[in-house]
C-alpha cells in the first residue's frame, strides 16, 4: 500500500456509515476527514435514525433499519461525484441496501462489517445470544454496547483522547434492527473491498475472514475494530488507490 502525497488530488466523495449502538457518525470518523480533505476529497457521514440521531428515541416502535436505509440512500443521491461508501460493522447491513442502483457509487469498502444476502438481517450473523459486549433490554426494545467493556473490546489499540471520549458517543439503539431483512445487496454489482482488523476483539478475525469471501478484494490491517481512529493514514491510502 503506497504513502500518500498530500498533493494528489482525487476527485471523488466518501460517505461515512458507523456500526451499532454509537451516534455522532463525525466523531466516529473525525481522524479521516482532514486527511481526506487535504486530497479534495469531501466526506459525509449520514445519522443513523435508529441510534436516536433524528431526534426520535430507539425503541420497540422506533426507527429501524429501514430508516437508518433511507438516511444514508438519500446522503448517496445529493451528488453525482464518484462516491465510496466506507461502512464498519452494522453499517455494511445499511450499505448493503443504501447503495443499490445509485450510480454515482463506484466502490464499498467494509471495515470489519457484514455483507448480507437479500433478505438476511444482523441477527443471521450471530449464534442467537448476545455478544457478552452488549446489553439487552427487551423492555425498552433497545440494546447497546456496555460501557466498561467499550474500550478492552474496540478501542483497545486508540490512544488516550479516544478513549476518553468514545462513551459520550454511544446510543442505545432500537432492536428491531437486529432482525430487519436487507430488500437488496449492493455489493454484488459494486466493486467491493474488505478491511480485515486482525486485532478486532468485537468481530473476531475467523468471522471477517469467513464474511470477506464475498468481497472483490481483502486488505488486512493490524489494528481494532476502528481502524479509521487508531491507524487513519491507513484507511486514508487504502482509500485514496482504490
Known amino acids: 500500500m503506497r ?24 466523531w466516529w470518523w473525525h481522524r479521516m476527514t482532514g486527511l ?3 486530497h479534495g476529497v ?9 441510534c436516536g440521531e433524528a431526534g426520535v428515541p430507539g425503541g420497540a416502535t422506533g426507527p429501524g433499519l429501514p430508516e437508518d436505509v433511507g438516511a444514508v440512500r438519500e446522503v ?12 464498519n460493522s452494522y453499517g455494511g447491513i445499511v450499505a448493503a441496501e ?13 471495515v470489519s462489517s457484514y455483507l448480507p444476502e437479500v433478505g438476511q438481517c444482523l441477527a443471521d450473523f450471530g449464534d442467537g445470544t448476545p455478544a457478552p459486549f452488549l446489553d439487552v433490554d427487551p423492555d425498552a426494545g433497545t440494546f447497546g454496547v456496555r ?6 473490546t474496540f478501542l483497545h489499540d486508540c490512544d488516550a483522547d479516544v478513549r476518553a471520549q468514545a462513551p459520550d458517543h454511544l446510543a442505545r439503539q432500537s432492536v428491531r434492527v437486529t432482525g430487519q431483512p436487507v430488500g437488496a445487496a449492493a455489493w454484488h454489482d459494486i466493486p467491493s473491498t ?11 478475525v475467523a468471522k471477517q475472514r469467513e464474511l470477506a469471501r464475498a468481497a472483490g ?26
Open 3 to 26: 504513502t500518500a502525497d498530500v498533493d494528489v488530488e482525487v476527485a471523488m466523495r466518501v460517505v461515512f456509515v458507523h456500526g451499532a449502538c454509537v451516534r455522532d457518525g463525525s
Open 36 to 38: 481526506l480533505l487535504a
Open 42 to 50: 469531501s466526506s459525509a457521514t449520514p445519522a443513523l435514525p435508529s
Open 76 to 87: 448517496l443521491l445529493e451528488g453525482d461525484e464518484p462516491t465510496v461508501v466506507v461502512a
Open 98 to 110: 443504501a447503495a443499490a442502483g445509485v450510480a454515482s457509487v463506484r466502490h464499498l469498502l467494509l
Open 147 to 152: 460501557p466498561e467493556l467499550l474500550v478492552d
Open 194 to 204: 474488505y478491511l480485515v482488523c486482525t486485532r478486532d476483539r468485537g468481530t473476531p
Open 217 to 242: 478484494r481483502v486488505v488486512e490491517v493490524d489494528a481494532g475494530h476502528h481502524p479509521f481512529l487508531s491507524r487513519p493514514e491507513v484507511v486514508r491510502d487504502l482509500l485514496l488507490d482504490l
